[in-house]
């Protein structure tokens, strides 16, 4: 498959563990005292060409058109003011995490396609595929880009059940399968795949569920460096979460999830300081 050349590594993945309850405990760090709001920010503008643009136009992407091309991807994700209810950031952080963790293929950008610049994207947040075309599985992803890991998880788990019903699956399929670009080289795979001649059971085994929940963490909170004991009481809230979260799947189909975890210092200030970074790219 073609292969895109990602932003240097970020996270630190404190927990990591794959399986049908798979997790991956993602971890920003401190510098100078100070959570590493900034650079983290920074970080995920880094994806925005990608998660915004089509295949061609990121491979096309250089210094003659550099400038043309960043700007564009900014002004696609949003333009509004009432920017802190929106979900597109939290589909970045899904969209690195897959991408650094996995070494994922973006199948589609479902942000290209909007039809105005303030739409929100129905279904799923992402569509990735991972591992060899032989072997190859679909990730279709959510997120919820929260406050509070107990309302994340329970909203989350709310529209599991729902995107995990048949028929909400065969529309999902279909939007899918009209965006796919006949040049990339899973489009075959990945159409044999959801074919509605196929069986949503033999579709389960071969596609997984990421999900990314952010929070405001206690212990992201209570210290300002990392430490042997940061890192313990890090883990173990990780752990706690997972556990949390998997208690309430037991009404979700047999498939594969994958739990991505994003402690936050404090989210309102997060996605101020990213709101700033994409107006600055808009106006380059």
């Known amino acids: 498959m073609r292969k895109l050349k990602q932003p240097e590594p970020f996270w630190e993945v404190r927990c990591h563990e794959i399986g049908n309850q798979g997790i991956s405990g993602l971890c920003v760090g401190y510098e100078l005292g ?13 994806w925005l060409p990608e998660f915004c643009l089509n295949s061609k136009e990121c491979e096309g992407l250089d210094y003659s058109n550099a400038v043309e091309i960043l700007r564009k991807a900014a002004k696609l994700v949003y333009k509004t003011e009432n920017f802190r209810n929106r979900g597109e950031f939290g589909e970045i952080f899904l969209h ?6 996995f070494n994922s293929v973006p199948v589609i950008s479902k942000i290209y396609y909007k039809s105005s610049h303030n739409d929100t994207v129905k279904g799923f947040d992402c ?26 998880i329970n909203d989350v788990i709310q529209e599991l059940e729902e995107h995990l019903k048949v028929d ?23 159409k044999s795949l959801i ?5 949503i059971d033999n579709i389960f085994k ?25 890192v313990q009481k890090f883990v173990t809230e990780i752990k706690n979460n997972h556990s949390s979260f998997f208690k309430k799947t037991t ?26 970074k994409l107006r600055s790219w808009r106006s380059i």
């Open 96 to 101: 690195a995490a897959i991408r650094s963790i």
């Open 195 to 199: 074919s509605k001649k196929n069986s």
């Open 168 to 190: 909400f699956l065969r529309d999902e399929f279909i939007l899918i399968e009209n965006k796919l670009d006949d040049f990339d080289e899973y489009t075959k795979t990945i």
């Open 251 to 276: 009404k979700l189909p047999d498939i594969q999830v994958h739990l991505f975890l994003h402690p936050l210092k404090n989210k309102e200030e997060l996605v101020t300081t990213l709101d700033t």
């Open 206 to 230: 071969r596609i997984c569920i990421p999900v990314l929940l952010t929070y405001e963490s206690k212990t992201i909170q209570s210290y300002d460096s990392i430490s042997e004991e940061y």
């Open 127 to 152: 569509v990735h595929v991972v591992g060899p075309i032989d072997n190859l599985e679909l990730w279709i992803g959510e997120v919820k880009f929260y406050k509070n890991i107990s309302d994340a």
């Open 34 to 46: 100070k959570w590493r709001k900034e650079a983290l920010s920074d970080y995920i503008m880094e």
